[in-house]
């Protein structure tokens, strides 16, 4: 079985990075996976940092972050696999809620039906990376073991 997801209201919206669920990492809080993704880009420069958090659109910061891809930081691509998986543990781990939605999932494939990214989704293709749907059905296995 597959579950496919890409927008927060859809019927399984709640894996996507736009779902809005409050959760902390590093001692703030966020409204959702997308803004503390994007902004970790520019934890180097704090006026960036700054103005992705007063985004109130997780559209509108990854818009900002792609205007000011020549600020990110250095490391971005050796790094942005486990922002992710960071942000994603934080938001799961933190709502029994959340968890034991994933966890009812199952064994079922995870595929987020992005058409534009090949990286995170699984693009236009259908033949992606698909990576955010691997770093949630990796989290889904812990959080089984751990409960």
Known sequence: MIIQFFKPEGPSGFLSNYFRWPFV???????????CYQAA????????????????????????????????????????VAVMQGALRAKFGQSALL????????????????????????????NGENQLGRLLMELRAELRRDT
Do not use: M
């Open 25 to 35: 990492l590093e001692c703030r809080r966020w409204e959702n996976v997308e803004h």
């Open 99 to 126: 968890t034991q939605a994933l966890i009812a999932t199952g064994d079922a494939t995870l595929e987020e039906a992005s058409p534009y990214d090949a990286f995170w989704g699984i693009g236009s293709s259908g």
């Open 41 to 80: 880009k520019f934890v180097h420069d704090p006026v960036r940092f700054t103005a992705i958090c007063r985004h109130a659109d997780p559209d509108a910061a990854k818009g900002f972050a792609r205007e000011h891809r020549a600020a990110w930081r250095p490391d971005w691509d050796r790094v942005k």
